[in-house]
């Protein structure tokens, strides 16, 4: 975004004048951490700190101007401001605004997994068509999404933007900022049910993603999600993807490997998949991204192509060598009950002579459910052959207490202290190892990967 301060207020229809008004403007920030030359700075009043107090460190910084709070005292006389009833209202409202005058076409993801993957996965293959900007890191909340926006290319053709949440509405106000063209929900799974309660809940939240979509969007949905599918309010335009005929994309054929996964779909049957992230759970996430592409006119040759070469973020399904020449399978980034269960299927049934390895951490946000979620999770041990399992926070003793039981005290090992776990599973490497590492973030296991990434 390039703006002066006087264009910005007529985004905002703030109708004062100031000697700063020809100030340039050429981006955003609300981290004086990462401030850049020419930026407008936007401080946040927060329960523990006003980031007002950081707008001279801003300014210098380098910041060309700033927001500030109508009912926040001592405003500096000399430095150019644009006053704001709330400074969080008037970014998401700038955001809204800039989005409508460079007019890209939406794509908004979210779901309880999966969502990161999808949102790169489909970026990915519309980035052989179309000029895009998507969501970086974990910019997908109330303040992420509208930064998303105000960095984007004036030139984009195609937003792809992540939306996540913990509470209802919280989708509603990003959906009704976005305006979408297409709207997806990869799945609906625990993530949350501390704030929301229930699965039912979980999918009510995620389906405020339609809330802003545009009258003639697309909704793309998991067909075999009663609680979506069987929803009272789905939009005219809506198109599934699943594992049954019942569904308007569906697999025909998947094959899994080491490095990735080969599937064909029943609308492209003459043509091989091949997405580079293990997990069947990729590929209906692939497809789901398939179904956005087609409806942007994207050829199937040029989304093979594109499969191919996914640039996706960090710490995801992210396979690393060690020093010793252990593999570790980083999935640190994040973890849930539905993606555990999934990542523990897809890994512990890959062939390999390899001794394999599980380093699991809590899955935080799981409120009253927290315990009986580990306990079902460790269940999943059944499915396949695993030689130790390393298992780090407070949560995580219950589904020690259910792994104990099902493969035996001897290989389950506990740990309260994360130094003594990585110090436990480096000691336990030899080079011929296969390693799974998933949490939730929070618990610090890319800590654990680094260090034994350094040998």
């Known amino acids: 975004m390039k703006k002066t301060l006087k264009q910005i207020k007529e985004m905002l229809q703030i109708e004062t004048r100031s000697p700063f008004d020809e100030t340039l403007v050429t981006g955003i920030c609300f981290d004086t951490r990462v401030i850049e030359a020419g ?23 380098g910041a060309s101007a700033a927001f500030w709070q109508k009912d926040v005292p001592n405003p500096p006389a000399d430095f150019p401001l644009i006053f704001v009833d709330d400074t969080l209202l008037a970014l998401q409202q700038t955001a809204a605004v800039y989005l409508q005058e460079v007019n890209p076409k939406v794509i908004a993801v979210t779901g309880s997994n999966g969502k990161t993957t999808t949102k790169d996965i489909l970026s990915g293959m519309l980035r052989e068509t179309f000029r895009v900007h998507r969501t970086g890191g974990n910019f997908n909340n109330h303040i992420g ?23 209802r509405h919280e989708i509603e106000v990003l959906s009704q900022i976005a305006q979408p063209d297409i709207a997806i929900i990869t799945n609906i799974g625990e993530a949350h049910i501390e704030y929301l309660g229930s699965r039912e809940e979980i999918a009510n939240a995620k389906f405020e993603i ?6 003639d969007g697309l909704f793309i949905y998991p067909g075999d999600e009663p609680l979506l599918t069987e929803h009272t309010a789905l939009p005219a335009r809506s ?22 996964t080969t599937f064909t779909t029943n609308q492209t049957a003459d043509r091989e998949f091949y997405v580079p992230i293990i997990g069947e759970h990729n590929v209906f996430n692939s497809m789901a991204a398939m179904l956005a592409a087609f409806e942007l006119g994207v ?6 192509t594109a499969l191919r070469h996914i640039d996706r973020s960090k710490s995801r399904l992210e396979w690393l060598t060690t020093p010793k020449g252990s593999r570790i399978l980083n999935d640190a980034y994040n973890s849930s009950p539905t993606a555990l269960k999934t990542v523990l299927n897809t890994f512990l049934n890959m062939p390999t002579a390899a001794k394999k390895y599980l380093v699991l951490a809590d899955m935080l946000e799981l409120g009253d459910f927290s315990e009986q979620l580990h306990q079902e999770s460790a269940r999943t041990l059944e ?5 130790g399992v390393f298992l780090y926070g407070t949560a995580m003793k219950n589904f020690a207490d259910e ?3 099902l493969i035996g005290q001897e ?15 480096s000691n336990a490497l030899t080079g011929n190892e296969w390693i799974l590492v998933k949490g939730s973030y929070s618990m610090g296991l890319k800590d654990v990967v680094e260090k034994l990434m350094i040998g």
């Open 39 to 61: 930026d407008l700075f936007v401080p946040f009043v927060g329960a523990a700190r006003d980031g007002h107090e950081f707008v001279d460190q801003a300014r210098k910084a």
């Open 145 to 167: 999404l509208p930064y998303t926006i105000l960095t984007m290319p004036e030139d984009t053709e195609v937003a792809v933007l992540e939306m996540g949440m913990n509470h």
């Open 210 to 215: 339609v809330t802003g979509l545009k009258a």
């Open 239 to 260: 198109v599934t993807f699943g594992r049954t005929d019942q569904a308007t994309i569906f697999a025909t054929t998947i094959k899994t490997s080491e490095e990735g």
């Open 299 to 304: 050829e199937p040759e040029t989304i093979q």
């Open 383 to 387: 499915n396949g052959e695993v030689a």
């Open 403 to 405: 792994a104990a039981s």
């Open 411 to 425: 290989k389950v090992h506990y740990f309260t202290d994360k130094e003594a776990l990585t110090d436990a599973v």
